[in-house]
């Protein structure tokens, strides 16, 4: 039994010292992703929270049939959904955090070489790619990134959003050409605008 395992046998027979010990270590992660889908750093702290408290709840019920990681962002993501829907946000929300911020590290996109479905992101800037993730459904943007900033598997995903491999693929596929579509757009507004700017003499800065 692993060292990890056995905190969470402490924990479900209601060891708190065992459950801070968790936290501890899942609290970076959990709130990175909070973070990431909420744009604000007081609502992912809110969400942080309210994450560990259905950790806590629910840990009875953890079976470990998949990895506690997985189970943690499984109960995380549907926090960050159900809350993004009941706040029925509709503008767009910057993503971009401060170096002086914890986890602003974390935000850095892999410097691998580009998995199949990120070779469209492969020539944009991490904020214009945040910006416009914002602008996805919350479910496209979820998924987005698990696979992008997290970099789960599609089998690791599919268990965090309790999805079929096949779906998470035809939903990845779909999210990239919204995406794709979005940066596009935001693009050539941006050429537009930097033209027009020209032909009046003015130089773009």
């Not at 709130?31 to 259905?54: H, I």
């Not at 507004?189 to 009046?200: L, P």
Request: hydrophobic fraction near 35%; aromatic fraction near 6%.
């Amino acid at each position: 039994m692993t060292n990890e395992m056995a905190l969470i046998r402490r924990v479900q027979r209601g060891d708190q010292a065992a459950f801070a010990e968790l936290l501890e270590a899942y609290e970076k992660p959990v709130y990175n992703l909070c973070l990431r889908m909420t744009g604000n750093p007081e609502d992912a702290a809110d969400m942080t929270q309210e994450a560990f408290l259905k950790v806590w709840r629910g840990i009875e019920q953890y079976k470990f049939e998949s990895s506690f990681s997985t189970w943690v962002y499984r109960l995380t993501s549907n926090v960050c959904i159900d809350f993004l829907r009941g706040k029925k946000r509709r503008q767009t929300v910057s993503l971009t955090v401060d170096e002086d911020q914890d986890g602003a590290a974390e935000l850095d996109l892999p410097d691998a070489a580009p998995l199949p479905e990120d070779q469209v992101l492969h020539r944009e800037t991490e904020s214009e790619i945040v910006r416009a993730m914002n602008r996805l459904d919350d479910e496209f943007r979820m998924i987005l990134t698990l696979r992008i900033l997290e970099d789960l598997s599609y089998e690791e995903i599919a268990q965090v959003m309790d999805l079929k491999v096949g779906t998470v693929k035809s939903r990845l596929a779909r999210a990239r050409v919204k995406l794709k579509k979005i940066l596009t757009e935001t693009g050539n507004k941006g050429k537009h605008s930097a033209s027009k700017q020209t032909e009046r003499g003015v130089k773009p800065q």
